[in-house]
């Protein structure tokens, strides 16, 4: 039987960042250590090594690409704002070439000015066009610093390319972020002959002391740039994965606690009515047998209701409450629905399965615990927002001193505030119960 292989261990999360540039940003985590989203106090070197350690998973997430690439205006940025101060030092030294170095500079700030405009304006490019945005970039940074060294002399050369230079250094910066140090480094290399080459268009003839420390500070300043793009990509890129590996980990709560509300609020229920004696005469079996065949249908039309509606339907409150009533009178409860003028059509979804859900525990309760009927449901618009009101004349409870229960708090309070609303149960024995509800539009 041939062996099958087991699949490779996901990369190293920083060392694809380090060669891949912040493409890798979008990738969506393998896995990210419990220990890493944990929000007690951890040793931040600690944190960051278990996040720069986590592997990367197979799929990528579209918005994140998109994203990913709008990192090209930090050297744009840079530019924008750092040539003109270099042109300034050249126009007060003076020169031959000071003219024709000052409209390279302006076209090349124009040059970056449209960049900017650019990016910020079209909702995304592709990897092909990224590559054409690169290499142009280079050829103009290439091209600058040969135009301003071919227009100096000897006695201006080091003030005039100080501008041209910057705009060399912003295209490491870019290379760095967008393609990965690899790149970047290799750009870097060929510096050198390009400093020879500026330096023979300027007028030397012979390599002099001066010229070869002025050169190696050139040098120097293009690896310290690499380095603070380096810095700068290795804390975004963690942070980012920080802020996923968080968005993880409460998904997971969130879902967990959708799964606890629905199993209380269908299946418990359900399940409790079945528990309840069985009575001895036939007459009281018949009925509990029927009453218990209307709370299943009851619960599969639910649960076949919400499988089967199209993504894009929305029912409003009124039809929800609506339905809801019907449900409850089906259980036994008369729900009178009293509408004021409302305009939920900018209610959220999520804002109006939590009214929905909310209320329907609420009825439940009253059902449950008021030894009543009868309740009132009023729906009005209040505050920016619309309100329910359930009112029964029950037999009501010490709201100060009965214990929070899993119905009031994670049923009906929670699920409000959850979406920016809230709500308020007011009660005392022999005096009925009021729960208001109260969700911003």
Known sequence: M???????????????????????????PADVP????????????????????????????????????????????????????????????????????????????????????????????????AWTFMLVDATLAILSN???????????????????????????????LVWGVPSALLLWLAGTPLQILMAYLSGYEHLSESLLLDDLGR???GLAAIATALVGLMLVGIGTRLSL???????????????????HDGVLQALEAMALPVPVDANSARTQLRELRAIAREQAIR?????DRPVDAAPSVREDLAGLAAEMTREGLRAQLVFADIDDGELSEARRVAVRDAV??????????????????????????????????????????????????????????EVGGS????????????????VPL
């Open 423 to 438: 709500a308020k149960i007011d009660s005392s024995p022999g005096k009925g119960t009021r729960v208001t509800l109260w």
């Open 360 to 417: 329907r525990e609420a009825l439940r309760n009253t059902m449950k615990h008021s030894g009543i009927h009868e309740v009132i449901v009023r729906v009005e618009q209040r505050d920016n927002g619309i309100t329910v009101i359930a009112r029964d004349h029950g037999a009501g409870f010490d709201a100060q001193q009965a214990p929070a229960g899993f119905g009031i708090t994670n049923s009906i309070t929670a699920r409000l505030v």
């Open 219 to 221: 040098a120097l300043s």
């Open 2 to 28: 041939p062996s099958v292989k087991p699949p490779a261990p996901p990369a190293n999360f920083l060392y694809a960042l380090l060669r891949r540039g912040a493409a890798v940003i979008a990738d969506i």
């Open 146 to 176: 040969l135009i301003t060294s071919a227009v100096s002399s000897k006695a201006d050369y080091f003030p005039a390319i100080a501008m041209s230079w910057d705009y060399l250094l912003g295209t490491l910066v870019l290379w760095t």
């Open 245 to 263: 590996g968080v968005g993880i980990r409460r998904g997971r709560t969130a879902e967990h606690t959708r799964i606890d509300r629905a199993l």
């Open 34 to 129: 419990e220990a890493a989203t944990d929000p007690d106090p951890l040793p931040g070197w600690q944190r960051i090594s278990m996040i720069a350690a986590n592997g990367q998973g197979p799929a990528r997430d579209s918005l994140l690409v998109r994203a990913c690439r709008y990192v090209v205006l930090v050297p744009l940025v840079y530019r924008i704002l750092g040539m003109p101060v270099a042109l300034l030092t050249l126009i007060g030294v003076g020169g031959t070439g000071v003219g024709t170095v000052t409209v390279v500079s302006l076209v090349l700030v124009l040059a970056n000015v449209f960049g900017v405009v650019w990016v910020l304006r079209v909702p995304g490019f592709g990897r092909r066009v």
């Open 303 to 307: 649960l076949r209701g919400t499988l």
